[in-house]
């Protein structure tokens, strides 16, 4: 019992030791590395980019031009067609019946010719009756021959080799040349044009940027464009610019351009779309990349670094991007320090150790060899 109470008091005195030290203090951290870059002026080619809506170099819609019910369709939407390969054959059997009605009035005509012609040579009759059967014969004979040509006109081939469209009517439907709807497209996907359009701006900054007296010498000296897919990803094959519409839209003030591209492999579908990038030369531009940017209310900032390591924030205005980066058209002058990683754990008036992002890249790549 007395050896417990010895250890009591112990464990209280130890207890009150404890108490009675004070709890370390956390040590105040010193400044951090951030990476940095120095704003320079360079020459480097920026691209434009506007939403294109993509086309066949031929989109033939196919039409009857008789009415009639579509008693056979020998192609499938989707299908690659030849130029005279037969696509639609529309039911004619009323036509047929008109067809055998001309026939015979033509017969007619003709042997009521024939039995004149003997007549008027031997006086008994005139010359006009006979002319009058000439006449009704001719007559017979252009009602046959436009029945005859209804009658061909029930067998739809297509016009141009391509890829046939949509088919909106089935076998047994009622089609006439006054349909919303044509019987089908035949897009011809070879060569595919890319529609897209500039505003009033993008084009003033346009004819400054190329040279050329007339609109047609500025199209020759555009460089090739490209075309960024629905995924993504670039187009193969780079297109050119072949027309500029010499009219700007009144009502959405813009104005239409067509780029054309090459399409082999039949990638490219009639009706798909993309984005075309515009290639220009800059020179003399800042460069600052994109993760070194924030927005606040609306205004863009980086933080620039002084002599004594200390950041603080600056307003810059931008005019476009190059790739990853922004290109900057006010507020920062060559020779500034721009932090460009972790830029969100920085606060006005903080003391880094500025590190050359070129540097820690490479020192990175080294250390991981």
């Given at each position: 019992m007395?050896?417990?109470s010895?250890?009591?008091?112990?464990?209280?005195?130890?207890?009150?030791?404890?108490?009675?030290?004070?709890?370390?203090?956390?040590?105040?951290?010193?400044?951090m590395?951030?990476?940095?870059?120095?704003?320079?002026?360079?020459?480097?080619t920026?691209?434009?980019?506007?939403?294109?809506?993509?086309?066949?170099?031929?989109?033939v819609?196919?039409r009857?031009?008789?009415?009639?019910?579509?008693?056979?369709?020998?192609?499938?939407e989707?299908?690659?067609?030849?130029?005279?390969?037969?696509?639609?054959?529309?039911?004619?059997?009323?036509l047929?019946?008109?067809?055998?009605a001309?026939?015979?009035?033509?017969?007619?005509?003709?042997?009521?010719?024939d039995?004149?012609?003997?007549?008027?040579?031997?006086?008994?009759?005139?010359?006009v009756?006979?002319?009058?059967?000439?006449?009704n014969?001719?007559?017979?004979?252009?009602?046959?021959?436009?029945?005859?040509?209804?009658?061909?006109?029930?067998?739809i081939?297509?016009?141009?080799?391509?890829?046939?469209?949509?088919l909106?009517?089935?076998?047994?439907?009622l089609?006439?040349?006054?349909?919303p709807?044509?019987?089908?497209?035949?897009?011809?996907?070879?060569?595919?044009?890319?529609?897209f359009?500039?505003?009033?701006?993008q084009?003033?900054q346009?004819n400054?940027?190329?040279?050329g007296?007339?609109?047609?010498?500025?199209?020759?000296?555009l460089?090739?464009?490209?075309?960024?897919?629905a995924d993504?990803s670039?187009?193969e094959?780079?297109?050119k610019?072949?027309?500029?519409?010499?009219?700007?839209?009144?009502?959405?003030?813009?104005?239409?351009?067509?780029?054309?591209?090459?399409?082999?492999n039949?990638?490219?579908?009639?009706g798909?779309?993309?984005?075309?990038?515009?290639?220009?030369?800059?020179k003399?531009?800042?460069l600052?990349p994109?993760i070194?940017?924030?927005?606040?209310?609306?205004?863009?900032?980086?933080?620039?670094?002084?002599?004594s390591?200390k950041v603080?924030t600056k307003?810059?205005q931008t005019?476009?991007?190059?790739?990853?980066n922004?290109?900057?058209s006010e507020?920062?002058?060559?020779g500034?320090?721009?932090v460009?990683?972790?830029?969100s754990?920085?606060?006005?008036?903080?003391?880094?150790?500025?590190?050359?992002?070129s540097k820690?890249?490479?020192?990175?790549?080294?250390?991981?060899?």
């Amino acid at each position: 019992m007395k050896n417990k109470s010895i250890l009591t008091l112990v464990i209280t005195a130890l207890i009150i030791i404890s108490c009675g030290k004070e709890a370390p203090q956390p040590q105040a951290m010193g400044p951090m590395p951030f990476a940095v870059q120095k704003v320079t002026k360079e020459n480097t080619t920026i691209y434009q980019e506007f939403s294109a809506n993509i086309e066949g170099q031929q989109n033939v819609e196919i039409r009857p031009k008789v009415n009639g019910f579509i008693q056979k369709i020998y192609v499938d939407e989707g299908q690659p067609v030849k130029k005279g390969q037969l696509l639609f054959k529309l039911e004619t059997q009323t036509l047929n019946q008109d067809a055998a009605a001309a026939k015979a009035r033509v017969k007619a005509a003709q042997v009521e010719v024939d039995r004149m012609i003997p007549l008027v040579e031997r006086n008994i009759i005139s010359n006009v009756q006979l002319e009058t059967a000439k006449a009704n014969l001719a007559q017979a004979q252009s009602n046959y021959s436009s029945i005859a040509a209804n009658i061909n006109f029930g067998t739809i081939t297509s016009p141009v080799d391509g890829v046939v469209g949509n088919l909106p009517y089935k076998e047994g439907s009622l089609v006439s040349s006054t349909n919303p709807e044509p019987l089908t497209t035949i897009s011809d996907a070879r060569n595919v044009r890319a529609y897209f359009s500039m505003n009033e701006k993008q084009l003033l900054q346009f004819n400054r940027t190329f040279s050329g007296q007339t609109m047609a010498d500025k199209i020759k000296s555009l460089p090739e464009v490209n075309l960024i897919l629905a995924d993504n990803s670039p187009y193969e094959i780079k297109g050119k610019i072949e027309t500029i519409n010499g009219l700007v839209n009144g009502r959405t003030g813009s104005i239409q351009l067509r780029a054309e591209f090459k399409n082999p492999n039949g990638i490219l579908r009639s009706g798909s779309s993309g984005t075309i990038q515009l290639p220009t030369e800059q020179k003399d531009i800042v460069l600052i990349p994109q993760i070194a940017v924030s927005e606040m209310q609306g205004k863009q900032l980086v933080f620039v670094v002084d002599k004594s390591n200390k950041v603080s924030t600056k307003v810059i205005q931008t005019k476009g991007t190059s790739e990853l980066n922004y290109i900057v058209s006010e507020g920062l002058n060559e020779g500034d320090l721009v932090v460009v990683e972790g830029v969100s754990k920085l606060r006005d008036g903080m003391e880094i150790i500025p590190n050359d992002g070129s540097k820690k890249t490479a020192q990175t790549a080294t250390s991981q060899k």
